[in-house]
């Protein structure tokens, strides 16, 4: 079992996340179609109906979070869709395709081997959220921990995101700076 505050501080982390992720899909749409086009991994004429479907799924989900008694079914839904999107940059990271757009952002960055960590990460997480969850009332201490731990998470997110974003850090240190 999951202790209330902490199951609710994951789903709305998530919500914020999936949501954010298609609203920036829906301001671009046609950006966000040639960055799906550059994975080669779906046919080009089902490329436009794709590209719905991903923005609908991540939409659905972040909905799907927001009410208790859809949140388990949607947690295991985003799982799989995180997990999808991994399975999508591994691909091309095996194929050599480094410098495509991960589509993850506004702005272009190559993908690399930590956005697959951090997918396969926030799909662990998500599928916590699908946990029981212990039959407590929330109190407002919780509600304030929960407002405090969201804008943590978005902070360290933000922070984690643009530090491995660099590629200049992710290269080995030369012998000289160890």
């Keep these: 079992m999951i202790d209330p505050a902490i199951h609710l501080l994951l789903a709305l982390a998530f919500v914020a996340l999936l949501a954010s992720a298609a609203a920036m899909k829906l ?3 046609a950006i966000f179609v040639a960055t799906l086009a550059d994975y080669r991994l779906v046919p080009r004429a089902l490329l436009p109906v794709t590209g719905m479907l991903v923005i ?20 295991v839904i985003g799982a799989g869709l995180l ?11 095996v194929r050599g395709r480094r410098e495509i757009d991960c589509g993850c952002s506004l702005r ?12 396969l990460i926030f799909a662990a997480v998500l599928l ?13 201490g919780d509600i304030a921990t929960i407002a405090a731990g969201l804008l943590v998470l978005a902070l360290l997110y933000g922070s984690l995101d643009l530090l491995l974003g660099r590629p200049g850090l992710r290269r080995p240190l030369s012998p000289e700076h160890s």
């Design 128 to 140: 916590v959220i699908a946990l029981p969850v212990a039959p407590r009332a929330l109190g407002v």
């Design 83 to 93: 997990l999808a999107y991994g399975l999508a940059i591994a691909i091309n990271l």
């Design 56 to 75: 609908a799924l991540e939409v659905g989900v972040a909905a799907g979070l927001i009410w208790p008694t859809t949140r388990a079914a949607s947690s």
């Design 108 to 119: 272009r960055r190559p993908i690399g081997r930590w956005m697959v960590a951090r997918n």
């Design 27 to 29: 301001r671009r749409p």
